[in-house]
């Protein structure tokens, strides 16, 4: 006797077995860590370069500066970018499209006049020319910055 109970359709059923397997899946998935592996331009000595949060954050504490810069290929760029507790962030609108992943702390993102509550393990995405700025920070916000393309810091504000 041949057992028929897997092709069987009953309601969806074979649908919503599956949804459940690919649910399952990604709550398996490990959560975005905050350590950044990305292609690198070949010509400056492979196809990959690692690091570690840990190592970017206290080479930004170091340099004095709110942001670093830690890779640069034409596709994207990437920087840390820490705003202390009630700092005002005064950034201005830039061309290049841009994600932040939050690796601490807490405060709202402003895009064109709608506020976004964020917190660790947040990410966000701003289209480039989006004016944006983050507000009401009230824990240190440390941010993971990528930008696509890269980042010109030569260029004038995007502004339209």
């Known amino acids: 006797m041949r057992d028929t ?6 309601g969806g059923g074979r649908r919503l077995l599956t949804g459940v397997i690919l649910a399952g899946l990604l709550l398996c998935m490990p959560v975005l860590a ?11 000595g492979g196809t990959m370069q690692t690091f570690e949060m ?3 954050i206290n080479k930004r504490r170091q340099s004095g500066d709110v942001w670093i810069e830690f890779l640069r290929v034409p596709a ?18 830039h061309a290049e499209d841009e994600v932040y992943y939050v690796v601490s702390g807490r405060g709202v993102l402003q895009v064109e006049g709608k506020d976004q509550p964020v917190k660790q393990g947040s ?5 480039g020319k989006a004016k944006h700025h983050f ?17 010109d810091p030569d260029a004038a504000p995007a502004v339209d």
């Open 5 to 10: 109970r897997s092709s069987r359709k009953v």
């Open 34 to 44: 905050p350590v950044a592996i990305v292609r690198a331009n070949p010509a400056e």
């Open 54 to 56: 840990a190592d970017l």
């Open 76 to 93: 994207l760029s990437m920087g840390l970018y820490v705003l202390p507790a009630d700092a005002k962030d005064t950034q201005v609108p």
């Open 123 to 127: 990410v966000l995405f701003v289209a």
């Open 135 to 151: 507000h009401s920070i009230t824990e240190e916000l440390t941010l993971m910055v990528l930008f696509a393309p890269a980042e």
